[in-house]
């Protein structure tokens, strides 16, 4: 069985956690120069971008914790944080970088939308509370040095200082002089906790202090303990990714060659897909439980919303000769809206459009709740606000969508639905019930009878 987490949000753009595909944390390792940098993270981007993955660009703009003193590490925080903007504004990619120290905290989350606390660090309490109190995502690296269970108190700390936005990493543990070695269980011990895991698939292959005065790895073993972390469930995956590897500032024999990232990760997603789908599977069971049974009772659904463009018509824009935009309801779906109103069950429409025709729809079907106009994020803060008004909880809510601006809500609320013509991101969140009929043509009545036979 798969644990299921919170999914972390980031920039309003996508999710780490529950039942999504991994997403991927790349990157050189250090920042050795801008042309570099920029060069590694437009070929991610493309490479993600055609593979469906979502890309948070990675590299440091120190390395504090060199084997020698003479070892390079990169071109410092200022120069750093210009370079890792430039790749943010230009090429439109999430940051994240290592922090240090306390005092860093603060400026590196300018540019960042994640800080990184390395491994070394993660039980420094003054650089957790400092991270923690940017409000940024915190990516803690596991210490080699620690056990999984260990990390309970690096959450509590974090949420002590106000801060939710968790992700815990595993890089491996100390095994004798010189070697790493990865408990896999371990990577379930820590999603139990609740929050999202990442593999760091490089540094789990490092040799520390394996040549003297540099660190050794194997690079040749991480595709396999990247699958191998997939297949237990992992939500994330860290690699730093070079384009001459054995020439870098640091962390070389570990660091993957840029020209087989993508082969890389295709063989990750086969992977992936598996274990998610078994995730999937297991949040269907869990939404057909909740039908009543003789020793059994449902969550009962309170609030039942829709969208409309999509939903409660079929998507087609229509005008007429004076200009005036028209849209085609479905009678069926207005029928069934009253008859679950009639359960005692709140209805509402949330829709991202603005206009009289859906105000006269609304006021005609006599529904509780209409929030026109709300777009990123507004529709799941507007529900909240609904649920606050009722004394409702999200879980208690049904919502049928059909579109990316649906994604947020549809993947908060207790019963999620979507017309048989959805987008597939939407069709692809886990646990949704997909409607047999399309938008415009019944499925809100079809998703009407389907709460009133199993969830009233």
């Not at 992700?167 to 543990?173: D, N, P, Y």
């Not at 599977?281 to 999509?310: E, F, M, R, Y």
């Not at 849209?327 to 008859?339: A, P, V």
Request: hydrophobic residues 40%; contains cysteine.
């Amino acid at each position: 069985m798969i644990i299921d987490t919170c999914k972390i949000n980031v920039i309003n753009r996508f999710e780490i956690g529950g039942s999504n595909r991994f997403v991927l944390i790349a990157g050189p390792c250090a920042i050795e120069s801008e042309e570099m940098t920029m060069m590694v993270a437009a070929k991610l981007k493309e490479i993600c971008e055609e593979l469906d993955i979502h890309l948070i660009f990675k590299s440091s703009f120190d390395k504090a914790n060199r084997s020698s003193v003479k070892a390079p590490r990169g071109l410092g925080m200022k120069r750093g944080l210009e370079i890792l903007q430039r790749v943010k504004t230009e090429l439109d990619l999430p940051i994240v970088t290592d922090v240090h120290e306390a005092w860093q905290c603060a400026e590196v989350a300018k540019v960042a939308d994640m800080l990184q606390i390395p491994a070394f660090l993660s039980r420094q309490t003054d650089l957790l509370v400092a991270a923690a109190q940017t409000g940024k995502i915190v990516n803690v690296k596991k210490g080699q040095f620690m056990a999984p269970w260990d990390m309970k108190n690096v959450i509590d700390k974090l949420r002590d200082s106000g801060n939710e936005n968790i992700l815990l990493c595993e890089r491996g543990s100390s095994f004798g002089y010189n070697n790493l070695v990865v408990d896999m269980t371990g990577l379930v011990e820590m999603r139990s906790y609740g929050f999202p895991v990442v593999f760091d698939a490089t540094h789990a292959v490092q040799k520390p202090g394996g040549q003297g005065t540099s660190t050794g790895g194997n690079r040749e073993m991480v595709p396999y303990l990247m699958r191998a972390a997939l297949a237990v469930g992992v939500d994330a995956i860290f690699a730093e990714v070079h384009p001459d590897p054995d020439h870098a500032f640091s962390d070389g024999p570990n660091q993957i060659h840029l020209s087989r990232i993508k082969e890389i990760l295709e063989q990750a997603i086969a992977i992936d897909n598996i274990t998610k789908q078994l995730a999937v599977s297991n949040k269907q069971q869990a939404v057909c439980a909740k039908i009543p049974t003789k020793n059994h009772q449902p969550i009962k659904i309170k609030l039942l919303l829709t969208d409309v463009d999509g939903v409660l018509t079929d998507a087609g824009m229509y005008y007429s000769e004076a200009g005036d935009e028209l849209k085609k309801f479905n009678t069926h779906d207005g029928m069934g809206l009253q008859l679950i109103r009639d359960k005692g069950i709140k209805t509402g429409i949330i829709t991202s459009e603005d206009t009289k025709l859906v105000e006269r729809r609304f006021n005609k079907l006599k529904l509780d709740y209409l929030y026109q106009g709300k777009r990123e994020g507004g529709k799941l803060a507007s529900v909240k606000e609904i649920c606050s008004k009722e004394g409702l909880k999200l879980s208690e809510v049904a919502y049928i969508g059909d579109d990316v601006n649906c994604f947020e809500l549809l993947s908060n609320v207790g019963l999620a639905a979507c017309p048989s013509n959805a987008l597939d991101t939407i069709k692809n969140i886990p646990g949704i019930i997909q409607m047999k009929k399309k938008g415009g043509e019944g499925c809100v009545r079809e998703f009407v009878e389907m709460i009133m036979n199993s969830y009233c």
